[in-house]
C-alpha cells in the first residue's frame, strides 16, 4: 500500500485529496496548520500531524514525527493567496513575504525535510502545488502580485529541485488544480472533487519521465 502525506489538509483542496487518496486505498497522512484544522480533521476520523509550513521549527518537528516513516508521495499543497487585488503601488514587503515565504519557500523546505521519508518510499514523488498564475507565458492580464510571484518562484525551484534529485529517483512535479470552489475563490470555479480528481489520476502516472513537469487536473502541461 502506497503513502502519501498531504500538507495542508483540513480544508479546500487538501481536505478533498485526503478523501480521494484514502478511496483510491493509499495510507493518507494529513497535516494541518493549527489546532483548530487538526480538530476539523479529527472530527472526520482523520489523525493530523501538526505543519506550519512558514515556520522551521515546525518543519523540523513534523520531519522527526515522520523519522522511519516511508513515504511513496508529498504534496505541498498549503498555500494562500494573499490580497489578489492590489495595485502595484499597494504592495508592500510583509505581504509579499507572507505569500512567497507560504506557497514557494515553504514548499521547498518541506520537501528538503521530508527527502529522506521520499527515498525510503518507493514512488518517491515530490509535489508541488502550482497554479496557471505562475505562468508568465499567459500573464495576458495582469494583477494578482504576489500571488503569480510566489507561484513562479515554486516553479523556478521546482525545477531545480527536479534537476538535482533526478538523480535519487525521486519525481520533481507540479499541479495545477484549474480554478477551484474553494475558501480562496470565494467558492467560485469548478466543484473540488472534479479538480482532484483530475490532479489525483495524474499522480498515479507519475514517473521519473515526468520530473520537472507542470501538469493541469486535465492533464495538459501548463504553459512556463
Ligand atoms: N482554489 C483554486 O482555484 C486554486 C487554483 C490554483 C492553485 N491553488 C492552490 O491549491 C492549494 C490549495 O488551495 P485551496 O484552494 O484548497 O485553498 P484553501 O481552501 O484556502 O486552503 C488552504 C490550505 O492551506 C493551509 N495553509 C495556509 N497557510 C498555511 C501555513 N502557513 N502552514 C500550513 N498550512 C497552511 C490552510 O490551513 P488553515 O485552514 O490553517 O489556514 C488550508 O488547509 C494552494 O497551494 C493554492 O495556491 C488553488
Given amino acids: 500500500m502506497s503513502a502519501i502525506l498531504i500538507a495542508g489538509a483540513n480544508r479546500g483542496i487538501g481536505r478533498e485529496f485526503v478523501h480521494q487518496f484514502t478511496d483510491a486505498g493509499w495510507t493518507v497522512l494529513a497535516t494541518a496548520r493549527d489546532a483548530n484544522g487538526q480538530q476539523i480533521l479529527a472530527e472526520a476520523g482523520i489523525e493530523?500531524?501538526?505543519?506550519?509550513?512558514?515556520d522551521d521549527a515546525s518543519i523540523a518537528a513534523l520531519a522527526e514525527a515522520l523519522r522511519d516513516v516511508a513515504l511513496d508521495a508529498v504534496i505541498a499543497n498549503?498555500?494562500?493567496?494573499?490580497d489578489v487585488t492590489l495595485p502595484t503601488e499597494a504592495v508592500t514587503w510583509p505581504e509579499m513575504h507572507r505569500v512567497i515565504d507560504t506557497n514557494a519557500l515553504g514548499a521547498?523546505?518541506?520537501?528538503?525535510?521530508?527527502?529522506?521519508?521520499?527515498?525510503?518510499?518507493?514512488r518517491r514523488l515530490a509535489i508541488g502545488m502550482s497554479s496557471l498564475m505562475s505562468s508568465i507565458a499567459s500573464n495576458n492580464w495582469g494583477t494578482q502580485y504576489c500571488y503569480r510571484a510566489s507561484k513562479t518562484a515554486l516553479n523556478a525551484m521546482w525545477r531545480s529541485l527536479a534537476d538535482e534529485w533526478r538523480?535519487?529517483?525521486?519525481t520533481c512535479a507540479l499541479l495545477r488544480p484549474g480554478f477551484v470552489k474553494t475558501d480562496?475563490?470565494?467558492h467560485q470555479g469548478m466543484e473540488v472533487a472534479v479538480s482532484v480528481a483530475g490532479m489525483r489520476a495524474v499522480v498515479e502516472r507519475l514517473t521519473?519521465?515526468?520530473?520537472?513537469?507542470?501538469?493541469?487536473?486535465?492533464?495538459m502541461d501548463?504553459?512556463?
Fill in 78 to 82: 498549503a498555500g494562500i493567496s494573499g
Fill in 167 to 170: 538523480e535519487d529517483g525521486i
Fill in 222 to 224: 501548463v504553459p512556463w
Fill in 108 to 122: 521547498i523546505l518541506l520537501m528538503a525535510a521530508l527527502k529522506p521519508n521520499l527515498l525510503a518510499g518507493e
Fill in 208 to 219: 521519473i519521465a515526468d520530473t520537472g513537469r507542470c501538469i493541469g487536473f486535465d492533464g
Fill in 184 to 186: 480562496m475563490t470565494d
Fill in 48 to 54: 493530523a500531524l501538526q505543519l506550519d509550513i512558514t
